[in-house]
């Protein structure tokens, strides 16, 4: 299994990074490639959700792929560059975002900033510190409301004392501002996690994280992957799911000062992976949308706020949505749910 970066072992050189992602890509059996005909001075994407906690502006930075990449069915670098995308041009990326006028128009009721690279923001050698700085700077300059600042990363790239310079700044917005850490657990099931989606967590590296960002106050949050691997039933996906709410639940409340939320993406077939061949012979299904419901259900009386994303980013093969025709009524639901949090809409599901 592949070993996440030593921050004890020397720095790599970009030019070892840049052969190490084309090993790992082929390592793992995926034939996607980068993308390196995108402007590398405009983000990958910048749009909006709608939350219980108000309006979420979310930002997908063009950046060099991330560094772990192995993950069974993740398709995101694809949409990154194997090549070092520099800090100069991650700036203009940022003044891109606050030039665009769909983003000033809605400027003054944005509550939250959620920041990816599709990889991890604090992996200093793909997003530097200095154009995460800059970035901070022009949200305090142009979004005087945002409350919070998420920033995905995998935990081994975080350093307290980045994170504390980051908060100190985010003291001076007009509303001040408290840090999340987002970070992929993708499953609950610490075998099929590791094992087979690769992802290479453990249960005890996640509690000293929450403990960590707890001392400080500073928000925590996890996302994960509804059916995200090849043999696993409607039924175990529903259960995994089950058994994370739980879990968390449990440890924001042994944690006093953690602030613990789920951010629950369902899986769609992205071209170049293992489940691509397996959906073209029919061995994978994306899950169901009814049955994702089942599985949020239990967040009800557990005190974990549940995110469900209801965005492929374009990357679904065709017919390899988890959403299929007659599904409408239902993703209505569910993002109604997004925005209020209520379990009674589904009441008669």
Sequence with gaps: MFRPTNPQRRAQ?????KIDLLRRLKGCGKTFTFDETHDKNQPIDVFFQETHKGLVLFVIFYTQA???MVCSGCTLPSTSSQKYVDTRAIMAQTRSIFQRPEVLARAKQIKKVIVSNQGSMLDQETFSTAALCHFVAKCIEHLPNMEVLTLESRPEYIEESELLLLAQALQDNETPATLEIAI?????????????????????????????????????????????????????AI?????????????????PGSSISIHLNP???????????????????????????????????????IFVGLNDEG?????GSFVRPGDETLIELIAEFNRTQDYRLFDNV
Aim: charged share 30%; hydrophobic share 35%.
């Design 13 to 17: 050189t970009r030019e070892e990074i």
């Design 66 to 68: 991330c560094r772990w």
């Design 184 to 236: 992929g657990l993708e499953m609950f099931d610490k075998h099929k996690r590791n094992h087979m989606f690769r992802k290479g967590l453990s249960n005890d590296r996640l509690q000293d994280l929450a403990q960590q960002l707890a001392r400080h106050e500073f928000r925590l949050k996890c996302y994960f992957m509804f059916k995200p691997i090849l043999g696993m039933s409607n039924e175990e």
């Design 239 to 255: 259960e995994d799911v089950r058994g994370a709410i739980t879990y968390l639940g449990d440890l924001q409340h042994r944690m």
């Design 267 to 305: 899986t769609y077939v992205g071209q170049g992976t293992p489940l691509k061949d397996a959906f073209d012979r029919g061995e994978y299904l994306p899950p169901r949308v009814e049955d994702l419901i089942q599985a949020i259900r239990h967040g009800e009386h557990h005190g974990i706020p």
């Design 315 to 319: 990357l679904a093969v065709a017919g």
